[in-house]
């Protein structure tokens, strides 16, 4: 009888002599219909007539999909409730994490609302840029929020104007264009675009008093970043429940949302990552069914497209994906490369008017003077990638199997997808995961910088996760496997909580060290522990006599990155409730940075100030 190679998505079959038919290792529900029923046929059976469901009676099909329509409501709902765990777990704390990272971002849809463009100046937005007043007795730094208010007595504008007040370095979220005074967000304009309905809707609610808001704001971006984050988590699920029955998609996409640095960082800050995610999983999943369906060819494109405005790196997937199309489904190749095209043009024309180039983005214009300022080098891409690679996998700081060890399960399954042709179309999935992580392994920044855990990775989770698929079915039918997987994701999302509620920071990569003299000793004690400097003040008459600051992005304290007795996990565990005051007190101080008059802001309180003793 011939055997009939049957490869999921591929849509061929292919036959040849054998003694005995081979066994079907897929999930039912992974097979399509007509393949099914070819099959069945082939073997002289008939489990599977047209029109109907397993061989019961006929049943109503989505016209769209062509499924039954209990199975298309089925993933509905467990779609929504993935969304809907994910989203109030990210609101939970109830407060969002202050980063300069996301200024730009979070301030792009105000000034596109505001006044009509993607730019800032110094008159319009004075607060995103640090200013000097010249004075007697040399230059002072000074926050300047509006020109009209006025410092020292003299309104803003005209010491501006009479050329007293000036501009300091600029900010690195802002990058200069091509007209001078004015700037650019520095990371580029997907993550801003994408939260812009999130501000229409505060500025329908609030009205134009929305601008005088930094609280407004600056939540307003969080929860888009929320959104944009559960959004990839419900398209996780759909990608994976291409594999495996729903049950374990929504497992794979609870894990995903909660046990990973997706929680903790991307879903706190409007970052590029959120938005960048919520992109990369929605072309992900159309990309899974693109063999099926044509417009889910263009779907991909297009979202992977918008992917790379978020974050330029996600062009690998672009590539990857779209020759993996044009080599085995050619006639999807046209439809995904002019779909990918449109948001490919609307990104290089940004960039052409902003910094005169298609091919120049303002993050690699600013990198390459940020990373002469760390490493003593230009070059962005100067790390040994054995370097990065043990630092963002396995270092204490940073580590992804630290911060989210329930990952490992998908190693096995990156396996299976080049052993086992079922899981063929994960392939190139594979392909685009490695090459995005061998860019983040060379990076000159390959920490970071001031982040919790594995942040220059935490986009590839998209990816990551739909590799666990292979390997779930192993791991949950296996007595001896359930229990250490199912503690390994315990671990994962309880670090996701410590670092969404105690995670400031500043607390860990700005740590302070105390040098504290003592009564009755020549020597000094040198601590970073902060209860132990309390005793040593309080408790033993003590006295501060040096403070230093352990900033981990200057080459003197990156060693501290691979300290496990110094690791950022330890001391979050040890002062959650500390941390957690200092961030709360923090986001009052970052908001009042951009209050709309100086006499109801209070002094900004500088990232890393030492502790009350």
């Known amino acids: 009888m011939p055997q009939q190679q049957i490869e999921h998505h591929g849509g061929a079959l292919e036959g040849k002599e054998t003694a005995r038919p081979s066994r079907i290792s897929l999930h039912p529900d992974c097979l399509d219909d007509t393949l099914a029923r070819r099959y069945a046929r082939s073997r002289g059976e008939r489990r599977y007539p047209r029109g109907s469901e397993r061989g019961g009676d006929a049943v109503a099909r989505d016209t769209t999909t062509g499924e039954p329509v209990r199975k298309v409501a089925q993933h509905a709902m467990a779609a929504s409730l993935v969304f809907w765990i994910l989203f109030l777990a990210y609101q939970a704390n109830l407060d969002f994490l202050p980063a300069s990272d996301a200024a730009g971002s979070t301030y792009l849809p105000v000034s596109l609302l505001a006044d009509g463009d993607l730019t800032f100046t110094p008159e319009e937005d004075p607060f995103l840029f640090d200013w000097y007043l010249d004075t007697e007795h040399g230059p002072r730094p000074v926050e300047v929020h509006d020109l009209d208010q006025r410092i020292d007595g003299t309104p803003a504008r005209d010491l501006y104007a009479a050329g007293r007040l000036r501009l300091a ?17 520095t990371f580029s304009l997907g993550a801003g675009l994408t939260a812009l309905p999130v501000f229409i809707v505060a500025r329908l609610v609030w009205g134009r008093a929305m601008y005088a808001r930094p609280d407004v704001i600056w939540y307003a971006g969080k929860v888009a970043a929320s959104l944009a984050v559960a959004l990839s988590g419900l398209f996780v699920f759909l990608a994976a429940a291409t594999f495996v029955p729903i049950g374990r998609a929504a497992l794979i996409a609870i894990l995903y949302g909660l046990g990973t640095c997706a929680w903790s960082i991307a879903s706190q800050s409007l970052w590029q990552h959120g938005p960048n995610m919520l992109f990369l999983a929605a072309g992900t999943w159309m990309f899974l069914e693109a063999p099926r369906r044509r417009w889910a060819a263009a779907g991909a494109g ?3 497209g918008l992917a790379v405005a978020c974050r330029p790196t996600s062009l690998i997937v672009v590539m990857v994906t779209g020759l993996y199309l044009c080599l085995s489904h050619r006639d999807r190749c046209l439809p995904f490369a002019l779909a990918a095209g449109v948001a490919g043009a609307g990104l290089a024309y940004y960039n052409q008017v902003m910094f005169g180039s298609p091919f120049v983005f303002g993050q690699t214009e600013v990198s390459v003077a940020m990373a002469e300022s760390l490493t003593g080098s230009p070059n962005l891409w100067g790390t040994p990638p054995w370097k990065g690679a043990a630092g963002l996998l396995m270092s204490p700081s940073r580590g992804l199997l630290v911060y989210s060890p329930v990952a490992a399960v998908a190693l096995p399954g990156l396996v299976a997808a080049w052993r086992n042709n079922t899981y063929r179309v994960l392939r190139p999935i594979a392909v685009s995961l490695l090459l995005t992580w061998v860019v983040a392994f060379t990076w000159y920044d390959w920490w970071g910088g001031w982040s919790f855990g594995y942040r220059p990775l935490v986009d590839s989770m998209v990816l990551l996760s739909l590799l666990a698929t292979p390997a779930l079915p192993n791991v949950l039918s296996s007595r001896w496997l359930r229990v250490p997987i199912a503690l390994l994701a315990a671990w994962s999302i309880f670090v996701q909580v410590l670092g969404a509620f105690a995670y400031n920071g500043f607390g860990w990569n700005n740590r302070t060290q105390f040098e504290i003299a003592l009564p009755g000793r020549t020597d000094t004690v040198v601590t970073r522990d902060h209860d132990e400097a ?10 501060i006599v040096g403070v230093e600051k352990l900033d981990v992005c200057r080459r003197a304290h990156l060693d501290r990155l691979w300290s496990w007795s110094d690791s950022q996990l330890l ?3 040890k002062y959650p409730l500390l941390s957690r005051a200092d961030k709360q007190d923090f986001i009052v101080s970052w908001l009042a940075r951009y209050a709309p008059f100086p006499e109801e802001r209070k002094p ?10």
Do not use: K, Q, W
């Open 169 to 185: 370095d600029i900010p690195y979220y802002l990058t200069p264009t091509t007209r001078e005074g004015v700037y650019a967000n």
């Open 302 to 304: 297009l979202a992977y």
């Open 534 to 543: 309390v005793t040593l003040v309080d408790g033993e008459g003590g006295r």
């Open 571 to 573: 001391y979050y565990l």
């Open 604 to 613: 900004l309180t500088p990232p890393g100030t030492p502790p009350t003793l």
